[in-house]
């Protein structure tokens, strides 16, 4: 190393040296050094006693590169732990200001950089890039409002309504306790908890259909399905559900073709791309919807907005265009910038307000204690997490491990001698969220007739005969690894509310003979609205002489729930689908 180069080097390595620079930096440029920054003349050396002896524990070179060595890993993701990521940039190509006082959205032009994170859902970090699986699609925004993260998925519902019930869900997709088998071997766990909880019905047909795999993670959209609130800067607010287009269109990978593609197929596919210049890019869209038409969604349509496993219709309620985003720029580093980075549906920015929705609900808590225990309880601080707000940022959290970014000197409570300041409440929390009164309930859904028209439209209207021919060819495969026949007559059962034609088609593909659909079936999972039989009604064979958690509106907004003033417009000037009268 020359001495000019060596002295650059030296003034850009001080303790203090910015993020940015480091990542930016080849090794050309750096000096081989201990951790706390002493320079050593080789990796390799150790020091022992004697030209055969033992090895000396005040090497503190080696000591510390073993010791931190043994602790390269952090715990994996319990769900999406295969995944891949990018960085780019958010540009609003259409206003939304007359539905949210959202800044990054209040004029057309507006941008911000942003990171993208896709994966798998049931696999482990090393799992297989083409399995069939839903895939996750997060977007972490940096507004100048805070960090904005959009946790969607690639489908626009999901197996389950009853948050409770996820953790349950994700150990059937995860390996057996006892042989350690995944899907592939032993598909028992997996049917046997969808023939138990019926309202699946929909996802598990998307699953098994031509979206089960898609072609990388370039050609597929994100949707966030669950339903949120837009509020405006006059109070005014409406539901809405975002959608992620491709602009590459869509391309699925056939479960045969699947077999032929590496293991990290998308992650190849999607960093290639980009170190190519074929930058992928998607739209974000937006659907709405106001209390009033939410209610009457319900009453009309059985169409539930805060379930999870229900669809808006798009001819009813429209997209909006809101803008586009383009991924232009991959990692430097997979770890510090994809497997650290953390997704919270929380992280909702002035206009973007969560719903009732019980499942989104019960994840406003989940990711980010998941993220304390995963990354550390200040994972924020770390760069690909942090914001990048114009202003100076404070809070009163303080200490805890790898604390680096700690607030100086400054108070660590709301001191009167060193005050820290405070912005103008933008949202009236009150009349966004204070429309909800009631009593304490104990709430477990219950499937009815409703939960089977949008999967009967899939498998009737939207695909076409070849489409239904490899789904019975998936589906049916993937039940021959499922030990218990009778698991496969009770799914069948439930697709025969789909279609008798689908389940005919299944009976024949497994040769099992299933059940003439669910009347005559009890569900440990769910109440079985559909049966007659009033001992069959109940989850789980109680009687429900004290209690019965199930109810008339299945937990979805009936006339009456929104305030007034709330549902007649006073409150909510916005009259119709996406802010227009119809």
């Given amino acids: 190393m020359s001495t000019s180069s060596l002295k650059q080097t ?3 390595s001080d303790s203090f040296k910015n993020y940015e ?10 000096l081989y050094t201990t951790s706390n920054g002493v320079p050593m003349p080789h990796p390799y050396e150790t020091q022992r006693v004697g030209e055969n002896g033992p090895l000396l524990l005040q090497d503190f070179h080696l000591i510390d590169l073993l010791s931190h060595f043994d602790r390269e890993r952090i715990p994996e993701r319990v769900v999406h732990a295969k995944g891949s990521g990018a960085h780019g940039v958010f540009k609003t190509t259409h206003a939304l200001d007359d539905l949210c006082s959202a800044d990054l959205f209040s004029k ?5 950089p942003l990171t993208v994170r896709f994966s798998t859902v049931g696999g482990e970090s090393g799992s297989h890039d083409c399995a069939r699986d839903p895939r996750g699609f997060s977007v972490k925004f940096r507004t100048t409002e805070g960090n904005w993260d959009l ?3 690639n489908t626009p519902v999901f197996f389950l309504r009853d948050p409770a019930k996820f953790p349950h869900f994700i150990h059937t997709q995860k ?3 006892s042989s350690h088998l995944t899907h592939a071997d032993d598909s028992t766990m997996f049917w046997d908890y969808l023939s138990q909880n019926p309202e699946s019905a929909h996802q598990v047909m998307i699953l098994m259909g031509d979206r ?4 990388g993670y370039r050609h597929m959209h994100g949707y966030y399905g669950h339903t949120l609130k837009l509020v405006n800067k006059k109070g005014e607010w409406v539901y809405a559900q975002f959608h992620m287009k491709s602009k590459q269109g869509t391309k699925f990978i056939t479960q045969a073709d699947s077999h032929s593609k590496s293991p990290d197929y998308a992650q190849k596919d999607l960093y290639e791309a980009i170190e190519r210049g074929d930058c992928p890019s998607w739209t974000l869209e937006v659907q709405t919807m106001t209390p009033k038409e939410a209610e009457e969604l319900w009453e009309k349509q059985k169409i539930n907005v805060f379930d999870l496993t229900h669809v808006w219709p798009q001819k009813q309620f429209p997209r909006r265009m809101i803008g586009e985003f383009t991924l232009n720029e991959n990692a430097k580093n997979y770890f510090a910038e994809v497997e650290q980075v953390a997704f919270n549906p929380s992280h909702l920015i002035p206009g973007l307000e969560p719903s009732a929705d019980p499942v989104l609900q019960s994840r406003l808590f989940s990711y980010p204690d998941t993220h304390r225990h995963r990354v550390g309880v200040n994972y924020q601080q770390l760069p690909v997490n942090a914001t990048r707000c114009p202003m100076r940022t404070g809070n009163f959290q303080r200490d805890g491990s790898m604390a680096f970014f700690n ?3 400054r108070p660590n409570y709301l001191s009167s001698i060193e005050p820290i300041q405070f912005k103008e409440r933008t949202v009236d929390l009150d009349r966004t969220h204070g429309h909800f009164a009631g009593n304490a309930v104990t709430f477990l859904s219950e499937v009815r007739p409703e939960d089977f028209n949008a999967p009967r439209a899939l498998w009737e209207k939207v695909w076409d005969e ?3 021919e490899r789904f019975i060819g998936n589906i049916s495969g993937h039940m021959a690894n499922c030990r218990e026949p009778e698991i496969i007559k009770r799914e069948i059962g439930i697709l025969r509310e789909v279609s008798n034609d689908l389940a005919t088609r299944l009976e024949k593909a497994t040769g099992i003979k299933g059940y003439d659909g669910i009347s005559e079936l009890r569900f440990n999972g769910t109440h079985n609205g559909m049966t007659k039989d009033k001992n069959l009604r109940n989850a789980n064979g109680m009687s429900g002489k004290v209690a019965f958690s199930a109810t008339d509106n299945n937990g979805a907004p009936v006339k009456g729930t929104h305030k007034m003033d709330v549902v007649e417009g006073k409150a909510n000037g916005v009259n119709g689908v996406n802010g227009s009268a119809h």
């Fill in 10 to 12: 030296e003034q850009a």
């Fill in 21 to 30: 620079d480091d990542r930016q930096a080849p090794s050309q440029e750096t």
């Fill in 108 to 112: 057309v032009g507006n941008e911000c």
């Fill in 151 to 153: 946790v969607a998925n």
């Fill in 175 to 177: 390996r057996d306790p």
């Fill in 212 to 215: 089960g795999i898609p072609d």
């Fill in 407 to 409: 607030q100086g000197s």
């Fill in 466 to 468: 070849p489409a239904r």
